[in-house]
């Protein structure tokens, strides 16, 4: 017999609201395990066309891992109680989230002033697909720190366990999307 049916009051430790966010977090990782298969499926076929990766690309890089890091002692600065380190970490990630979008943008950009398109060769098609699937997951997290700015500024700061929880879930996302974006980028520079 397991634990729970001797112990019927037996509680996870884990919130309802993480277990629902880290469930999300393996579906996402499966999709984007099914794009990078493809990939390698579709690459071993022929007809592919190398090409380098703008800077643009590795700038967002650098941009989502200080994003990560700010946001991260932001959260830690909201338990403790120190509020500016909590507004200042807030808007900081925010900006820096911002700005892997505009370098995202920028790099598609430069990819197709190099002839790189769309719906051109495969290999630029799944390009596009990888990280442009990955920035709509940015922007998603982009909308819930503009939610997580307002009530900063908007409620009294107050640490509590419901508002620690839902900045928690925001930060946990983030650092999430940004594993996942080292991981594809590690595999579109290394799998040519």
């Known amino acids: 017999m397991s634990d729970l049916s001797i112990n ?7 919130h309802p609201k993480k277990f629902a ?17 493809a990939y390698i499926v579709k690459q071993a076929g022929g007809n592919w066309l190398e090409f380098a990766i703008p800077t643009q690309f590795y700038i967002s890089t650098a941009a989502i891992l200080m ?3 700010v946001l991260h002692l932001s959260l830690k600065g909201f338990k403790q109680g120190n509020q ?11 900006i820096l989230g911002i700005v ?21 060769n495969a290999s630029g098609s799944f390009f596009y697909l990888i ?12 909308a819930a720190l503009f939610v997580a700015l307002y009530h900063t500024f908007t409620l009294k700061f ?21 594993v996942l974006w080292i ?3 590690m595999f579109l520079i290394f799998i040519k």
């Open 21 to 37: 966010l880290y469930t999300s977090f393996a579906s996402i990782t499966m999709m984007f395990a099914a794009f990078t298969s």
């Open 67 to 69: 994003s990560s890091v």
């Open 100 to 120: 892997f979008i505009a370098m995202q943008c920028s790099g598609w950009m430069t990819l197709v002033d190099n002839g790189i398109y769309l719906k051109g």
């Open 158 to 178: 107050e640490a509590t366990p419901q508002r620690i929880l839902r900045y928690e879930l925001t930060v946990h996302y983030w650092h999430f999307v940004d």
């Open 8 to 14: 019927p009051s037996y509680r996870s430790k884990i």
């Open 131 to 142: 990280t442009l699937v990955h920035a709509l997951h940015i922007i998603g997290g982009i």
């Open 183 to 185: 991981y594809l980028l």
């Open 84 to 94: 500016n380190r909590h507004k200042y970490g807030m808007i900081a990630g925010t």
